[in-house]
C-alpha cells in the first residue's frame, strides 16, 4: 500500500510545485532533504553498529542467559504454548531485549529469526499461533528504556535535548505494550472457546 501512497504523494508534489511556480523552492528543498538523509544515515548508522556489537557481545557470555532468566516469567505469560522451547524463548528474548534498547533496526533480523523458528512448530501452517499474534504485538508496542533511534535522529536535527523524549517515550511504550497484551490475551481466549 505504501509503495502507491508515497509515488502518489511524490507526483503530487510536483504538479502542485509547477502550478503555483515554486520549482525553484522544489528543487533547494530536494537537495536540503537528501544531504538530511544522509546526515541521520550516518549518525544512526553509528548507533546501530555500536548496539549490534553490544549484543553480539551479550550473544556470546552468559549475560544473554541471565537476561532470559530474567525475562522466563514475562515469556511464560506470554507465551504459554511455548512451553519447554528454550531455543524460541531465547530467540525471543534477544529480540525483547533489543526492542527494549530501542534498537528497532537490530531487532527486526532476531524478531525474524524467532518467528522462523515459531513458523517450523506451528501446525497450520497458513495461520499464526497464538505465540505468533502476541510475539507481532510484543514488537509493534514494545516498551523501550533507551530508544537509541529517536535519540539519534532528534540529535542529527539539531535538538537541544536529544534525550527530554525518554520520559514521554517509556510511558507511551509501556501503555502500548499493556494494551496490547490485554487486546491480544481476551482475543485469544475468545477465539480458543470458539474452536471448542
Given at each position: 500500500?505504501?509503495?502507491?501512497?508515497w509515488p502518489?504523494?511524490?507526483i503530487i508534489s510536483?504538479?502542485?510545485a509547477i502550478i503555483s511556480g515554486n520549482i525553484e523552492?522544489?528543487?533547494s528543498s530536494i537537495f536540503e532533504s537528501t544531504s538530511q538523509?544522509?546526515?541521520l544515515s550516518i549518525s544512526l548508522l553509528g548507533t546501530i553498529c555500536l548496539w549490534n556489537g553490544i549484543m553480539q557481545i551479550a550473544s556470546k557470555t552468559s549475560l544473554l542467559e541471565r537476561l532470559t532468566k530474567f525475562l522466563m516469567p514475562v515469556l511464560k505469560f506470554l507465551f504459554p504454548k511455548l512451553k519447554n522451547n528454550q531455543k524460541i524463548k531465547n530467540e525471543i528474548a534477544m529480540?525483547?531485549?533489543a526492542n527494549i534498547l530501542g534498537l528497532g533496526n537490530a531487532a527486526t533480523p532476531l524478531g525474524l529469526k524467532a518467528m522462523e523458528s515459531m513458523q517450523k512448530d506451528n501446525l497450520k501452517k497458513d495461520t499464526l499461533s497464538d505465540s505468533m499474534m502476541m510475539f507481532i504485538v510484543i514488537n509493534s508496542a514494545s516498551i523501550q528504556l533507551i530508544p537509541t533511534t529517536v535519540i539519534a535522529i532528534r540529535s542529527s536535527l539539531g535538538s537541544e535535548n536529544p534525550t527530554q523524549i525518554v520520559l514521554p517515550v517509556w510511558i507511551a511504550t509501556f501503555f502500548a505494550a499493556i494494551a496490547g497484551i490485554f487486546a491480544t490475551k481476551l482475543l485469544i481466549s475468545i477465539t480458543n472457546k470458539g474452536t471448542k
Open positions: 500500500m505504501l509503495n502507491l501512497v502518489f504523494f511524490i510536483f504538479f502542485y523552492k522544489l528543487n538523509a544522509i546526515e529480540n525483547m531485549v
